[in-house]
């Protein structure tokens, strides 16, 4: 099978400063992430806010260069590419449809947009296409007519799905898609996604904090901590089988959901990981339920494991 998208040894560090006497500090977003993405398939990643998901997106979406590694997508080399032909292959929906419209375009020129900044439709296709697919994600000509103030918030998403694929792309990251979202839209927007994903023979990264929602839509898992990819497996063996105390953590997390309480308690205590501080040895050690002597001071290499599955843990 072809691979939709190939990321190799990606690394993407930047520079900060912290307060203190203006020094400079490394922060490295993305540490030597590699996964490969067959076409027709969704990879889904997993892991708490400010574990590198959305630079990782950025870094596939072009948006930002990183500092090593590569990026191949449908075969080419992502930054051989210009941003017409980049917007031709890959496209993304993000998590707030609110931010990512025009507040005052209509419906129907924001999903133009794209075409039109090809430069190469004429009008009638243009107005063909948009009419094409608003009726696709479920919008009706009228929706197209209005301003996207006008819409409920399930509505503003289709609108961004719709600006998302009006260039028939073949690739779509989505990063947090449905976060924003009431629960029972929620559930509409991914089956829509379902629907699209089939039918037009797209390939999704699939970026949440929500593992039900990631377990609902992935054929394949990568788990994320602190940059690096901890655990990758089939989404069955790893919801059935998870082999890295943190994915075990999370999963945990979701089985046994902490009562009213706003922010799930995952049962690692309340260090939180910080891209700038990362810990050396196993950067998971100060949260591990099992960690032993040894995780203190090495890294655990990654164990891959036949067909796709990896886990960098000592214990594993
Ligand atoms: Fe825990 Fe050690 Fe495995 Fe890291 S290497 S996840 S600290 S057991
Ligand atoms: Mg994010």
Redesign the pocket.
């Known amino acids: 099978m072809t691979a939709a998208i190939e990321v190799e040894n990606l690394r993407c560090e930047f520079r900060v400063h912290t307060g203190l006497m203006s020094a400079e500090k490394r922060v490295v977003a993305v540490d030597d992430v590699t996964f490969s993405v067959p076409a027709g398939s969704v990879l889904g990643i997993v892991g708490e806010s400010g574990c590198g998901k959305s630079t990782l997106a950025r870094l596939i979406l072009g948006l930002l260069k990183p500092t090593a590694g590569t990026v191949l997508v449908d075969g080419k080399r992502l930054f051989d590419l210009d941003r017409k032909a980049r917007a031709r292959l890959i496209q993304p929906v993000f998590q707030d449809p609110f931010a990512s419209l025009n507040p005052r375009r209509r419906i129907k020129d924001i999903v133009a947009l794209p075409l039109a900044a090809q430069g190469t439709f004429s009008r009638g296709e243009i107005e063909r296409r948009v009419g094409g697919i608003l009726e696709r994600v479920g919008l009706s000509a009228a929706m197209g007519e209005r301003m996207p103030a006008q819409l409920s918030g399930g509505q503003r998403q289709r609108a961004a799905i719709a600006r998302a694929l009006v260039l028939e792309p073949r690739i779509v990251i989505c990063d947090e898609p449905t976060s924003a979202l009431d629960v029972s839209v929620q559930a509409q927007i991914l089956n829509l996604l379902a629907d699209l994903r089939r039918d037009l023979g797209l390939t999704y990264l699939f970026i949440s904090h929500n593992l039900a929602v990631v377990e609902h839509v992935a054929s394949e898992v990568a788990v994320m901590y602190l940059g690096r990819f901890v655990e990758r497996n089939e989404t069955d063996a790893l919801f059935r089988k998870p082999r890295?105390?943190?994915t075990q953590a999370l999963l945990e997390s979701v089985l046994t959901p902490e009562p009213g309480k706003g922010v799930p308690d995952i049962g690692l205590g309340d260090i939180m990981p910080d891209p700038a501080n990362i810990p050396p040895g196993?950067r998971?050690?100060p949260r591990?339920r099992?960690?032993?002597e040894r995780?203190r001071h090495e890294a655990?290499t990654r164990m891959v494991r036949p067909p796709q599955g990896m886990v960098e843990?000592?214990?594993?």
Do not use: Q, S, T
């Open positions: 890295h105390p943190y196993c998971f050690n591990c099992i960690a032993v995780c655990p843990c000592h214990l594993a």
